[in-house]
């Protein structure tokens, strides 16, 4: 089995690659190609990725290369993990919309759009390739905004399916907090990416007692704490919001916070510069613990356990993914993405039915997506007037004044990604 990771060079990849060759049973990968235009730190995660392998006697191959038409050719998945303008667009992302009063975030908001904007006409060419090098091959997701990628993906034709770490993170939480293992946790997940609620914590199954009211009046406030919300809030919604909602329910408290400390990024590119001077030691076998304060906690797992399923091998049945609606929550259009347990295999992801969703949450869903609608539509068309009705549709922007300050700010600081401007 051979599955590519475009984005190889990425600080993230050695978690990816710990995945790998601890649940090799069940993706038995026999080749593993790391495709990555950025050569030099290609090799370091490289090499790391081979000593990894060996020190867990994983016998597949490693590759590198910077020839994605090389790299995806014969692989049964390829997985999208590639960040456009790096960190340094990142940055900017996190900072410009601050100028307009608006949180400056890299997947939501006036950020997340200007990340939308330069990575959907990237991954949709490297799919075109994918699909002409073998139209069989599975593409997963991990690209943010993956719910806007995921969704142009789809429309494209392509076999998609998005993936976040989010659910497998409060999976993981929920069941170290009730002593059972990750398996027995069913999550009641819905919603969008990077916009979602655990209306329920399920024991055994998509049927099994729900005892989210038992973590939540015995873990409350480590489990407020952990997003940054007060406890109240968690008592009175009686559900676990993603943390991703705290730049809803506390706009203006996170915009005067950002306001004061550097910005995500600039410490993520400091991390990332130690990373890759511990992954150049040839002593080094093993994902270094700094690797765990850059993100992306259990991605390996999701990502092993969805392509497992998706090529026929020994994958969860359900598992939190990002596809198709198709009428799985009625007040939005079949063709928006959602986030949301799906009956994953060969097949592809089914999402299973979900309980009506409570106005409280279906109101900002539905708004989200029709943001999402007009995102999609700037990212393939371009275009200020399409930038401009993205961003004053969205809940975080929201006022003609600021949309228009920050379609300004965000082409600005964007052009050289633009093709149409």
């Avoid at 770490?165 to 009730?178: E, P, T």
């Avoid at 009175?236 to 730049?247: A, E, F, Q, T």
């Avoid at 410490?267 to 990332?272: D, K």
């Avoid at 039915?353 to 869903?365: M, S």
Wanted: net charge negative.
């Amino acid at each position: 089995m051979k599955l590519a990771v475009v984005g190889g060079g990425s600080t993230y990849t050695p978690e990816l690659i710990d995945g790998f060759a601890r649940l090799r049973d069940t993706l038995p990968l026999t080749e593993l190609v790391l495709v990555d235009p950025a050569a030099e730190r290609l090799e370091l995660v490289g090499g790391l990725a081979r000593r990894i392998f060996a020190k867990q006697d994983h016998d597949g191959e490693v590759v590198t290369t910077s020839d994605l038409d090389a790299g995806v050719e014969g692989a049964d998945a390829v997985l999208l993990q590639l960040r456009v303008g790096g960190q340094a667009a990142r940055e900017q992302d996190e900072t410009w919309p601050l100028e307009c009063g608006c949180v400056g975030q890299e997947t939501t908001g006036a950020g997340g759009l200007a990340k939308a904007l330069r990575t959907v006409p990237v991954v949709l060419d490297i799919a075109e390739r994918v699909r002409r090098a073998n139209p069989d091959a599975w593409i997963i997701d991990f690209t943010n905004p993956v719910g806007i990628v995921t969704r142009a993906l789809l429309r494209a034709g392509h076999k998609a399916v998005g993936l976040c770490n989010v659910a497998i993170g409060f999976q993981r939480k929920f069941a170290k907090l009730l002593g059972v293992t990750p398996s027995e946790v069913h999550l009641d997940h819905v919603g969008l990416n990077h916009l979602t609620w655990e209306r329920a914590v399920r024991l055994g199954g998509p049927e099994g007692e729900d005892v989210l009211p038992r973590l939540l009046a015995g873990h409350g406030d480590a489990i407020a704490g952990d997003l940054r919300l007060p406890r109240p809030v968690l008592d009175r919604l009686g559900v676990v919001p993603s943390y991703y909602l705290r730049y809803f329910y506390a706009h203006d408290e996170v915009v005067r916070e950002l306001g004061t400390k550097p910005s995500r990024a600039a410490e993520v590119a400091a991390m990332e510069r130690e990373l890759l001077e511990m992954y150049g030691d040839p002593a080094l076998d093993e994902k270094p613990a700094l690797l765990a304060e850059r993100g992306g906690a259990f991605y390996s797992e999701a990502a092993v356990d969805l392509a497992a399923s998706l090529l026929g091998g020994g994958g969860s049945p359900y598992q939190v993914v990002n596809t198709y609606n198709n009428g799985t929550l009625p007040f939005l259009p079949d063709d928006a993405v959602i986030e949301t347990q799906a009956a994953v295999g060969a097949h592809g992801a089914t999402p299973l039915p979900v309980a009506p969703v409570d106005p409280l949450y279906a109101g900002l869903i539905a708004n989200v997506t029709a943001y999402e609608d007009l995102a999609l539509e700037a990212a393939l068309l371009g275009g200020r007037d399409r930038v401009f009705k993205a961003l004053l549709a969205h809940p975080l922007v929201g006022q003609y004044a600021y949309a228009d300050g920050l379609a300004d700010r965000l082409i600005a600081h964007n052009r050289e990604h633009l093709a149409w401007a």
